[in-house]
């Protein structure tokens, strides 16, 4: 998930994916490794929530444009005409 943040292919949403996520695992496994690996999620989220939106936003803007998206510059041609 922290590789899509990167990418630019995330979206605010999955931060709150991945705090859900990481909510559900806290005192619910028999294992402590989940503990143990939630817990820096958790707080990696909770604390810099804006910068890991930023950077999705950076990484959207710097991203290039998939093939099948037509410019947005291109004037709509009217139907009929």
Known sequence: MLERVVRGEATPM???IIASVQE???GHCL???G??????V???VKRWRGE???TIARA??????PLDVEPAL????????
């Open 35 to 40: 503990d143990a690996i939630a817990m820096p």
């Open 42 to 44: 958790a707080s990696m």
């Open 60 to 65: 959207r803007d710097a991203a290039p444009m």
């Open 31 to 33: 294992c402590v490794l």
């Open 24 to 26: 559900n695992i806290i």
């Open 14 to 16: 999955d931060l709150d």
């Open 74 to 81: 291109q004037t709509p041609v009217a139907v009929g005409a």
């Open 52 to 54: 890991f939106e930023e």
